[in-house]
């Protein structure tokens, strides 16, 4: 079946970095489209980045010019660097892939931005 999970999260200070990693089983990796999402306290989850099968990226404008997406398809991985982190960046980052139809979530990996 169909499994991701994630990876990388922790307690960082503000402009620090880390790099969260998504290790996917399944599924023909190399195929498929594979998103970032987190969510805040009380919020839903937003999109924070996607990379299609082929590396074209997008990215949600709060997050431009410092997280990058990035996939390694020989491991069967997907990455999130994230730099110049700020407070409002703590949020638990989720993988998400959609897959004949169905949304398939990691258990998700928190990330904490404080001094």
């Known amino acids: 079946q169909v499994q991701l999970v994630e990876s990388g999260g922790g307690l960082v200070q503000p402009g620090g970095s880390l790099r969260l990693s998504c290790a996917a089983s399944g599924i023909i990796f190399s195929l498929n489209a594979m998103d970032w999402y987190r969510q805040f306290p009380g919020k839903e989850r937003e999109f924070v980045a996607s990379i299609t099968s082929g590396g074209r990226t997008a990215y949600v404008d709060s997050v431009k010019g410092r997280f990058t997406i990035s996939r390694d398809n020989p491991k069967n991985m997907l990455y999130l660097q994230m730099n110049s982190l700020k407070l409002e960046d703590t949020a638990v980052y989720y993988c998400?892939?959609?897959?004949?139809?169905?949304?398939?979530w990691g258990k998700g990996t928190r990330v904490t931005v404080s001094s």
């Open positions: 998400y892939l959609s897959f004949r139809g169905m949304p398939y």
